[in-house]
């Protein structure tokens, strides 16, 4: 599973010309669902994301987490973070999951940022929407569920 992350000041979702969500400040959360994702990549991105100290403290040190400053999230649906451009020039998506089991666990995801008492929004599944926000830093995080398996000392390590 992975999530590109934006904190923002504001964003928001429409569909066919219609505002259908927006927060303040918060994040804003592109999430694409793999093929081999499980309830386990779910949880471990919420957690994640939820704790994640990018929120500026007031010397202005990112030391504040989204839950610590009762931040809201707009979750949406994102397939084309599976793209894979390595060959050819059109993007190939056979990585990313399909829509009924990228549906469900879709909705496993909100469910599960609903639970942390954080206010969720979302996009609509499958739908063409106009994501609008304005990115706050600008800061923008790409979180790969599958990282989580890798050593933490190997980020470290000077090329």
Known sequence: MRALIQRVLSASVEVDGQLTSSIDQ????LLGIGLEDT???????INKIINLRIFSDGSGKFDLSAIDIDAQILLISQFTLYADTRRGRRPSFLEAASPYNARHMFDKAVEGFTKTGLGVKTGQFQ???LVSSRNDGPVTIMIDSKDRSLSKRS???QL
Do not use: A, H, I
């Open 127 to 129: 739908e063409s929407m």
């Open 39 to 45: 309830d386990e990549d779910t949880e471990y991105l």
């Open 26 to 29: 918060g994040l804003l959360v």
């Open 155 to 157: 980020s470290n390590k």
